[in-house]
C-alpha cells in the first residue's frame, strides 16, 4: 500500500545469469513504478468549517455578551425561591384560617341545636347556655319524652261535705334517666256509659304543689303527687279517665 523501488528489491542468481541479465533488461524496458505519474485524488471542497479555536473564540464571546453575573442569577433564583415560599405559606395560612373559622361555625351551630340536650347531660353548662340564650332571643328547654312518663296510683272520690265537689289523686313517675319536662294532665269524666261528659286539660301550674319550679322538671325516677279537687257544675259523672301530653 506504498510506493516502493522495484530494482532494489531484485536478486541475481548464480545458476541462470542469462536469464537474471534477461530479466533485469527486461525490466530496465519496463518503466518503473515510480515512472508513472501518481494518481491525483480529487480536488476537496472548500470547507466552510470554522476552526475549532475560532468556534471556541466565537461561542465564548456570544455567552459572554448574552450571559449575566453569577450574583445576578443567584439573586433571581433566591427572589423566585422567596416569591414561592411566600406564595405557599399565604395559601396554607388561608387554607388553615378557613378550616378553623368551618369548625367553629360548625361547633356554634351544633350547640345552639343541642342546647337542650347538652343542658340535660351536662347540667354545670346549662348557665352559660341560658345567657347565651338570652342574647340569641331562644329558649332552653326540657326534653319531652311522653312515653317515658307514667301515671300511677290514679284515684276519685266525691267530696261527703260538699255536693258536687271531687276530689282527684295520681302521681307522674319519670321512668327515663334524665330529666324532662312536667307534661299536661287531660282529665275526662264519664257518665255511667263511659261517654266523656267533661273534659279539661291541666298545665303544670294547676296540678304541681305551691312552691315547686316547673323550670327544673320531673328528675330521673322522681315521683310526683298531684291532688285536684274539681266541681261538676251539677252533672253526673260515674267515671274518669286520665292522659299526660306535652
Known amino acids: 500500500m506504498h510506493v516502493f523501488d522495484a530494482k532494489a528489491q531484485l536478486i541475481a542468481t548464480a545458476e541462470d545469469s542469462t536469464v537474471a541479465s534477461t530479466n533485469i533488461n ?3 524496458a519496463t518503466p518503473s513504478i515510480e515512472d508513472v505519474p501518481p494518481i491525483q485524488s480529487p480536488p476537496k471542497a472548500e470547507s466552510t468549517e470554522i476552526p475549532i479555536d475560532s468556534a471556541e ?3 465564548s464571546v456570544a455567552s459572554s455578551t448574552i450571559q449575566q453575573p453569577s450574583f445576578l442569577d443567584d439573586a433571581t433564583k433566591k427572589s423566585k425561591s422567596n416569591s414561592k415560599k411566600t406564595v405557599n405559606k399565604s395559601r396554607s395560612w388561608l387554607w388553615t384560617s ?17 342546647r337542650n340536650e347538652i343542658a340535660i347531660y351536662y347540667p354545670n353548662i346549662k348557665p352559660f347556655l341560658v345567657q347565651s340564650c338570652k342574647q340569641l332571643s331562644c329558649d332552653i328547654n326540657l326534653p319531652k319524652q311522653i312515653e317515658s312518663i307514667t301515671i300511677d296510683d290514679s284515684d276519685m272520690q266525691e267530696d261527703a261535705s260538699h255536693p258536687g265537689l271531687i276530689h282527684f289523686s295520681s302521681s307522674l313517675i319519670n321512668s327515663s334517666n334524665h330529666v324532662l319536662a312536667y307534661p299536661n294532665l ?9 261517654t ?7 298545665d303544670p301550674n294547676e296540678y304541681l ?5 316547673i323550670a327544673d322538671g320531673i328528675q330521673a325516677g ?6 285536684l279537687a274539681i266541681t261538676t257544675s251539677g252533672m253526673a259523672v260515674s267515671g274518669y279517665r286520665v292522659f299526660v301530653t306535652y
Not at 378550616?99 to 345552639?112: E, K
Not at 266523656?196 to 291541666?202: A, C, G, N, S, T
Not at 322522681?222 to 291532688?227: C, G, H, L
Request: glycine share 6%.
Open 26 to 28: 527486461t525490466l530496465d
Open 57 to 59: 473564540n466565537t461561542a
Open 98 to 114: 378557613g378550616s378553623v373559622i368551618m369548625v367553629l361555625i360548625a361547633g356554634m351551630q351544633s350547640v345552639y341545636f343541642l
Open 186 to 194: 287531660e282529665l275526662s269524666l264519664t257518665d255511667v256509659n263511659d
Open 196 to 202: 266523656p261528659v267533661l273534659r279539661r286539660i291541666f
Open 209 to 213: 304543689p305551691p312552691g315547686k319550679n
Open 222 to 227: 322522681e315521683e310526683t303527687r298531684i291532688k
